[in-house]
């Protein structure tokens, strides 16, 4: 097979770069190890910021979206017992929208496919080639032969265990993690929503989230050990620790509802840098991992791609490849402002176990810092709403 891009990884990133390559009339093949069914099934991230909404929409993938995703133009903060609005939109002029990431993954599938895109699903063994050449290779297994596409560029857009990034040399590679001593436990729950915004809680039981996903649906969270499993939380201890966390004295109450889905995520934050190397260019979780905190993760994973899209365009128009020896340093800007936003956001609003109630004092003091300066609100917003 030949393409122009050989895209490894089906996830918003290598489908969206698909989708935009194609609107610029560059040719692309995607390659995912997962089913079409699995991944139109993964229960991941859910808040879109503005500038990917305008994306999806500019390029023709917006219009379930629009119908059935949630402006928010603002969210809570709850600490010490009392919830604090913060105005993203009044702040910022922009809003985000509550819309689930297998939902956006849905609309870019049904858009490739219409298009007679190519999507090989259930690839096995995938490998890169002469990455330093002109002519990279992929070669894989599927439907029990071994094939191999001859393309111009790869992208790796396999998430953070793929097999792109790995694949660069690790003399060429600068990678700068951290991880943290903690996780959040995800629930999805058959019930009404109980308030209007996303609610961001600390306590000193730790940190609890309540995000939605549909007038009948509500998604989740709240910090637990990492190592924990999901059969030690019965669904009453799971409500209890919720109650627990969420309390106020304004008279607010959590509905509960039947709890269908439960998952513990790992937190970390990742980068490697540059996000390329010679014919093989990374975005999204490939190249960089947010914890959830911020929102950011397919946020980046979005402008990521937008970026590249740009880039491989203006190659393909012009032959120049400016905008390609750009695009790490480029991407990388936006994925530095957000690893901070996130590193904030997670610092200030989780429990650490080597806490002390100084520490946990200071981030009382910055919470009411940012819901009483308007400066600093501004600043929490701007970031969110990317
Ligand atoms: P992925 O979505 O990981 O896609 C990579 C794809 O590559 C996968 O389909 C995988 O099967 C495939 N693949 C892997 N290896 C191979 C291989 N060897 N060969 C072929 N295919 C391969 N982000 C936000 O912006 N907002 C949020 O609200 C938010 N909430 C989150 C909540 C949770 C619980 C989690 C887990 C994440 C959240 N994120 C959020 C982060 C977001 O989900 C990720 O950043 C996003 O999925 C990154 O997209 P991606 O396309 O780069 O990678
Ligand atoms: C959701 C996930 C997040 O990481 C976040 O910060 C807010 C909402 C969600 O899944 O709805």
Redesign the pocket.
Known sequence: MKTQVAI????????LLSHLLHLEGVASVV????SREE?EA????????QGTVDLLEQSGVGERMKREGFVHEGIYLRFAGRSHRIALTELTGRAITVYA?HEVIKDLVAARLAAGGTLLFG?KD?ALYDLDSTAPKTR?HWNGKVHEIESDFVAG???????SRPSIPSRHRHEFTRSYPFG?F?ILVEAPPSTDELIYAHHERGFALV?TRSPQIQRL?FQCDPQDEVKNWPDARIWEELHTRLATGEGWTLGEGRIFQK?I?AMRSFVVEPMRYGRLFL????AH??P?TG???????VNDVRVLAEAFGSFYKTKNQALLESYSSTALKRVWRAEHFSWWMTSMLHRFHDDTPFQHRIQLAELDYIVSSRAKAITLAENYVG
Do not use: M
Request: aromatic residues 8%.
């Open positions: 490894v990884g089906a996830g918003p990133a290598g489908l390659l995912e190890s997962r991944i993964t229960i991941r991230a859910g808040v879109l910021e990431q690839v995938a894989f857009c396999d998430g953070f265990h793929g097999i959040w995800g995000s969270y998952g995520i975005a999204g979780d490939a991992i947010v959830p929102a950011k993760g397919l946020n980046l994973a």
